[in-house]
């Protein structure tokens, strides 16, 4: 496979997140039922057939993977926090697919037409209510904007990190991130032919994505625990999808976009949420200053390395692979012009920077001579391993094609 | 995986390979080098903090070291975003000018910080390294970077006019605090640690004057720098330079005229400037440099000898030959200078001179004192006026730092609500819906 090939191909990176996450199931076998794991699988496996042909995913996919999610969470009895999760997931999901229909419904009375393309040809005409598309379009655009987890819609994702199973959260956020990325772009189609729609879209696309990382940057410096660190870090990532979105929308087809930029981010974000979840439940929670490293930090180093290789990644530190994804966006800005986009995408970058930067202090922690007696699972490091692996063989990849 | 313990090298080693690594990358010309090499800084010194013996006391208190890398960081990413038309990118020339401005800005803050001229962490040379039994001298690290920040990165941020000026301002007030400081401090390798803040910041304002050329304010600094870093690691070695009345003469002698060849530019050329900013520079860079001569030449106590009956030594050992080094390059660098251009007008030339000469033969005074008991009174009573303004201007720098993370933080109390995790948080989706949705549609 060449290096071309491996960016621009999902399915490596998919299956390698896929892999991982079957090898934290097989490691929690004893704690859950077979049933249990059956059920899990039943939602890792179409949650990785989602990001592994996104550029051809359809509008029905995202209610029904949020379903799929939402019944997973609930089957958790042992548990009450992966049940207060899934409402929550339903409520807020569900209502914005709500929201939406309604948006959907409005532009349909308005146009006549339910194709987006075809809307916007009949808006364009001008035969139609100002007031009714200006108020249909965003909610039309909603849907898609809550799935990317930006603030203030930031909530859910940290809240999955910490609710679901390291297994079942990495691929659901990254499903659900990767498909409010395409219904986005499903929606947007065609806008160039409507210059008023392009321009409103525009704007709600920058507002969306400068509060993303505004809010992101603030929120995360925050954060105690690590799990919702990590959420965060994933709302960032949707912060970073509104803005190659608010780059390209009403400027042409969007095609060319999605299977440059959207396909391999998505597929990135898979692995790297892999190894940065995993990483965050083996890390101290607010640990004093001075205090003794976590335990999978002083008995297994280099595992722990590994993790944090995908949680830098995440972050985008310059020489991962996140780093170029961070990085085309930054420039796509800087060449349009936007520079109040941009300055919030810096302040975005530079708290996750500073966070994974704080993670590896705290999670090496001060030396002690105790070595932590019983090892982390083997399944758990070589999850580890496999993400950070996976990482490692996009950033080669980029560096041979530079 | 225990072979590994055996392979990772003490804390020691381990913090100075990594402050090595870091003060190499800070002088190559790469693009993500300088904030590699800060960053790697900052984990030398984490590291030897984690190992000291009061890792949380130790810790948190060099934990600022990460802002300037971060600061450098912004900087690199901003060249990688904004490469130029050159590279592909066409960028509006707005944009451009703009992102140039917060690159300098990001560069200078590393290099101001790394140099105790911000008012964040300024006192920092106060302190011992983390390594409390060997690092008296490690903080001298961090001034000696960053000025060499500002010399690598001169031409990131020398073209920018309000940067340079507002960062020649703040290095002649820190050299100012650095000299007051080190005339208040009673322990002399405090003293030499404010001593290395002095030059480095002094150095500074020579190179974005524009007095000389940088690589002459490079050797200059490399003068008086080295004099004093030299001092400070030979406190810790049996203070050789001090032993003796022929090596305490030879260094104070060394230590005056670096000082003084460094300060000697920046106020000769206070003669090619308006009367106003001439006085203004006369006066400000004067009192200084007249401070820090002081405390060169009159601080340096000789040590008595150890020994009953001195062992003959070579003349060629390090302590007796790095002067001639040291002090081998201050003819050199201001010949080149000359040679370049650099002609001040003769009054200037000669009244530059008068505050080290007059800050250095008050300092021969104070070591030979004609008459004793009543000068020690008035230096006591001078010494104990200077902590005090000292500690004067670090509490109101503290009073107004302190004051805006308070008001930061009451700002950031929302933001810690809007991620608790509760279901209140459905309310939030609400808002998010309304202005997005409603408000900003209308308010277009």
């Known amino acids: 496979m060449s290096a071309r090939a491996l960016l621009a191909d999902p399915a490596l990176p998919v299956a390698l997140a896929l892999v991982a996450a079957l090898l934290l199931v097989a490691s929690e076998r004893r704690r859950r039922p077979l049933s249990g794991s059956l059920g899990l699988l039943l939602v890792l496996v179409p949650c990785a057939l989602v990001l592994a042909r996104l550029d051809a995913a359809g509008w029905i996919l995202a209610p029904l993977v949020t379903a799929l999610v939402a019944a997973a969470l609930a089957r958790e009895s042992q548990d009450p926090l992966p049940g207060e999760c899934a409402l929550k997931l339903v409520w807020v999901l569900g209502g914005a697919f709500a929201l939406t229909a309604v948006g959907f419904a409005l532009l349909a009375l308005a146009t006549g037409v339910t194709a987006p393309p075809e809307q916007w040809s009949v808006l364009q005409l001008g035969l139609s209510q100002r007031m009714v598309w200006v108020v249909a379009l965003p909610l039309a655009l909603l849907a898609g904007v809550v799935l990317l987890g930006g603030a203030p819609f930031h909530f859910w994702v940290a809240d999955l990190f910490q609710g679901a199973s390291a297994a079942l959260a990495p691929l659901a956020v990254a499903a659900l991130q990767g498909l409010g990325a395409m219904w986005l772009v499903r929606r947007l189609a065609g806008l160039e032919g409507f210059g008023d729609g392009a321009v409103l879209a525009g704007a709600l696309l920058r507002t969306a994505a400068i509060a993303a990382f505004l809010a992101g940057a603030g929120t995360l410096l925050l954060q105690r625990r690590p799990e919702r660190r990590v959420g965060t870090l994933a709302s960032l990532q949707g912060g970073l999808a509104l803005a190659a979105l608010a780059i390209s929308a009403g400027r042409g087809p969007l095609d060319t976009m999605v299977t440059a930029w959207l396909v391999p981010w998505a597929a990135h974000l898979a692995l790297a949420l892999s190894g940065g979840a995993l990483l965050a439940r083996l890390t101290p929670a607010d640990p004093a200053a001075g205090a003794p490293g976590g335990h999978l930090f002083r008995r297994h180093p280099l595992s722990a390395f590994a993790g944090l290789y995908a949680l830098f990644s995440l972050a985008g530190v310059p020489g991962t692979p996140g780093a170029a994804l961070w990085l085309e966006i930054a420039r796509g800005l800087a060449t349009h012009g936007q520079s109040g986009l941009l300055i919030a995408l810096a302040l975005g970058w530079l708290a996750a920077f500073a966070t994974v930067m704080r993670e590896l202090r705290e999670g090496f922690g001060a030396p002690t001579a105790v070595r932590p007696e019983r090892s982390v699972p083997r399944p758990v490091r070589a999850a580890l391993w496999v993400s950070g692996a996976g990482l490692a063989m996009l950033g080669v990849a980029r560096l041979v094609l530079q | ?444």
């Open chain 2, 1 to 444: 995986m225990r072979f590994l313990s055996h392979l990772v090298p003490g804390p020691r080693p381990a913090g100075g390979l990594l402050c090595a690594a870091g003060f190499a990358l800070v002088l190559l010309p790469a693009r993500f080098a300088p904030a590699l090499g800060v960053e790697l800084l900052a984990a030398g010194f984490w590291w030897w903090a984690r190992a000291s013996e009061e890792p949380a006391f130790q810790v948190p208190r060099w934990s600022w070291l990460r802002r300037p890398a971060t600061a450098l960081w912004l900087a690199a990413a901003i060249e990688m975003a904004l490469p130029g038309p050159t590279a592909g990118f066409p960028v509006p020339p707005a944009t451009l000018a703009f992102w140039s401005r917060v690159e300098a800005i990001a560069i200078v803050w590393a290099a101001l910080e790394l140099l105790a001229a911000l008012p964040l962490a300024r006192p920092f040379s106060d302190l011992p390294g983390p390594l409390i039994a060997h690092g008296a001298w490690l903080p001298a690290l961090l001034p000696a970077t960053g000025f060499l920040l500002l010399w690598r990165q001169a031409p990131r941020w020398l073209d920018v006019d309000e940067v340079r000026e507002a960062s020649a301002v703040l290095l002649l007030l820190t050299a100012a605090l650095a000299a007051l400081r080190a005339y208040g401090r009673r322990r002399w390798t405090a003293g030499l640690r404010w001593l290395v803040v002095f030059d480095g910041a002094l150095a500074g304002v020579l190179l974005s004057s524009g007095a000389v050329p940088p690589w002459v304010a490079v050797v200059l600094w490399i003068g008086a720098c080295g004099t004093h870093a030299y001092l400070l690691a030979a406190e810790l070695g049996g203070a050789a330079p001090r032993r003796g009345p022929v090596m305490a003469m030879l260094w104070r002698m060394t230590s005056w005229i670096t000082t003084a060849a460094l300060g000697w530019p920046l106020l000769a050329v206070a003669g090619n400037l308006s009367p106003r900013r001439a006085v203004l520079t006369l006066v400000c860079g004067g009192i200084p440099i007249a401070l820090a001569s002081w405390v060169n030449v009159a601080r340096l106590v000789e040590a008595p000898e150890r020994r009953s009956l001195a062992r003959p030594v070579s003349w060629l050992i390090p302590s007796r030959m790095t002067p001639a080094v040291l002090l081998g390059g201050v003819p050199l660098a201001l010949a080149s200078a000359w040679w370049v251009g650099f002609a001040p007008r003769p009054l200037f030339a000669l009244l530059a001179l008068v505050p080290a000469v007059l800050g250095g033969a008050l300092g021969l005074l104070a070591v030979h004192p004609a008459e004793a008991g009543r000068g020690a009174r008035a230096g006591r009573i001078a010494q104990h006026a200077a902590r005090r303004l000292f500690r004067l201007v670090i509490g109101l720098e503290r009073a107004l730092v302190s004051g805006a993370t308070r008001l930061v933080r009451v700002l950031a109390t929302p933001l810690r609500d809007l991620h608790t995790g509760d279901a209140q948080e459905y309310v939030l989706f609400l808002v998010g819906v309304a202005v997005l949705a409603i408000l900003l549609p209308l308010l277009r």
